[in-house]
């Protein structure tokens, strides 16, 4: 019977139709549903992004090493980048699921595909880790809203085509989260920071399950779909004006997540109260003066003083301009509040709090502006951050508790990213001088009082950093390579200049013998050495042609040196031309070396004129072999009448001196540098360098070089210095380094975090005065 005419492929037509299609189209009472549980997601998806940056500050707060806080940190903006697309795609697929439930699909049976040892491998550690949070949360939603849901199920059941279960619900939550990781799949995070994602997913969206199921199983009854269900109504955890689910969300996140934020206020205090009570042993010295006031004065609030601090900003003095130099803040500050007493007619000051944080963010300026490592040509431009940082302060106390604080950590990364930077550059055209100071003057230009624009600042600032660090550690890799390389070299061309002088020094050779081994040779021997090494067999055999070579120019006398030369020339030289070949030496060169050797050669054969020697002993070994031609008349050449005179004797030269090899470009050798006792003081500074550290060399009395250790080529004993963007910049040797250190024109540039070595510096200086 023929039946394919009547058969539809479901598969192969399925993907034609659209969500919206006739094929595909839900049912209104279903559509509701979709809109209004799509409109929930939507917001509570929404609450999660504006809330994500806050939880990865607070992880990053606790992170254990800078390169944790920095992927937290590239982890915060690759989501605000890509929040959109997430959201956008999340909502498409939920769409999706809905349309599929509306198309009916034929049956299949279970695909049963042969099994190999090869399939059966392990799971992926990050893929089990999701797989395991993926199911946790969906167990967590099933206990708490299970019967909801099962109710939601059915009623979809009795007006869909599709038979859905709990798992194959749309509105599921595992259709769901399975549908937020699809959506993250761009994301390029650690797993870690995935896990927080979809931690932040099960607070702010599968928490309100509960509200949304409540709300679509109501919406399908008032459509009179099995009205019989009787759901239970969630409890009703929000009063009649309550909380939006993403800001109740976000409190208990706040109050749970990071497993010690109910000790973070304390912990706040207890840094700043202990910073306030050095500063109160302090009050009215000269490190911080006490100022006359009236005793009828009034403390402004901390609201006034920030609108003073703005107007104090936007009227800051350009940079570079003579007067900003000299800008004191507390004075500048000073003027302000008389004016403003004068105006009033009473007098006005600071309260004890607020100005307990100008004294110590004074103090903590006065630090960074004095301190060497960073650079005098940024200082200006870095000291103009000085008001917007009091404002955080004055804002938000944990700016002195917590280390990654958003604007703590942008005056950190700049004075990092700084740190190479050369007052030789060009400020005006180089990218990190203009990236910091478009940094300032925004902070200058927008900065009011919401200090997000801090964050923001440093997810970006962190994006320009890490594009400068990938680039520059690329060339630094780059010359890493090359100096490794030139090493090797080096090293190679000694190897050589010992095997030459071994067979050379002292002795009388013809003359274009020892231009062919210093000249030519050579290059086969560096070339064996570098590429096979001085243990190889290829190593050896070069050293055994130059052997032969030597020894088929010096005189012989004994009958068996006769034989031996002349089975040896033939075979010595087919081995120098093609060795002089695989060096690619010139040909023209090499041309001219053969032509003059068989002359000797050829001398060399004379010598034994007088000895009887037959002509077929003669043929075979000096065959026209390799292209390798003597004289055919090989009777006339051997048999020279006594009557003429001898040929010209071949050009000779004593080796007396030893054979030094240079590198393409090098001049003559360095002159000897002078030699420090082993447990010389500067030596053991040379050696407390590490791979990674910043010195400041003084070139002369004007200029000083910014460089960092980029290798210690231990074969040559040389350290390769590179400046910020990766290129050389600089060489020594150790004992050289040494010599520097001892006439101080190099010292240590302190890497370390530039508001953490501030910060220290004051306590230190308060208990210092507190003891005094």
Known sequence: MQTDAKVVHLNRVAPEHSPTSQAGRLPVALIQVRDKAAQQLKQAL???????????????????????????????????????????????????????????????????????????????DDVLEEAVALDAMVARVISRDGVA???????????????????S??????????????????????????????????????????QLYAAANQQLVEAGVLPELKSALPARRNAPGREAPGNRVARETAAASDGGAAFADEGVQEVFGALQELLSHVRGTAAVPRRAV???????????????????QQRLPADGAPAADDFDLRNQLELLLTRASAKSGKARVVGEVDEDVINLVSMLFEFILDDRTLPDSLKALIGRLQIPMLKVAVLDKTFFSRGSHPARRLLNEIASAALGWSTQDDARRDSLFQRIEQVVQRLLNDFTDDPSIFADLLAEFLAFTGDERRRSELLEQRTRDAEEGRAKAELARQQVEQALNARLLG??????????????????????????????????????????LVWSVEPHEEPEDRQRLLELVPNLLKALREGLAGAAIDPFVTSEFFSQLESVHVQAFQRFARAPVEPEALAAPLGNEAGDELPDDLDALLEVPAAEPEPAVPAMVEVVEEIVLLAPGELREREPEISLPDDDETLLQVDSLRVGSWVEIMEDEEHKLRCKLAAIIKPTGKYIFVNRTGMKVLEKTRMGLAVEFRRAAIRMLDDALLFDRALESVIGNLRKLKGA
Not at 155 to 167: G, P
Not at 294 to 312: F, K, W
């Open 46 to 124: 929404q609450a999660l992004f504006d809330n994500a940056d806050d939880t990865l500050f607070d992880m990053a707060d606790r992170a254990a090493s800078n390169a944790e806080q920095n992927a937290f940190f590239e982890a915060m903006r690759d989501l605000r980048l890509k929040r959109k697309t997430i959201e956008r795609s999340f909502l498409q697929k939920v769409f999706e699921s809905f349309a599929v439930a509306s198309q009916y699909q034929v049956g299949q049976a279970p695909q049963l595909g042969g099994v190999s040892f090869e399939s059966l491998s392990l799971v992926q």
């Open 149 to 167: 849901l099962g109710h939601l199920t059915t009623r979809c059941n009795a007006i869909v085509s599709q038979k859905l279960d709990d798992k």
């Open 294 to 312: 009236p005793a009828d004065a009034l403390p402004i609030s901390s609201n006034d003083l920030m609108r003073l601090l703005s107007h104090m």
């Open 169 to 210: 619900n749309p509105l599921g939550p595992r259709v769901l989260c399975e549908q937020f990781m699809a959506a993250c799949a761009g994301l390029g995070v650690e797993i870690r920071v995935k896990l927080i994602v979809l931690k932040l997913f099960e607070k702010y969206v599968l928490a309100d399950l509960d």
């Open 507 to 548: 002795k009388t050779l013809p003359e274009v013998v020892v231009l062919l081994l210093q000249q030519g040779w050579s290059k086969v021997l560096q070339l064996s050495c570098l590429k096979h090494g001085a243990e190889s067999a290829e190593w050896q055999a070069a050293l055994a042609v130059m052997d032969d």
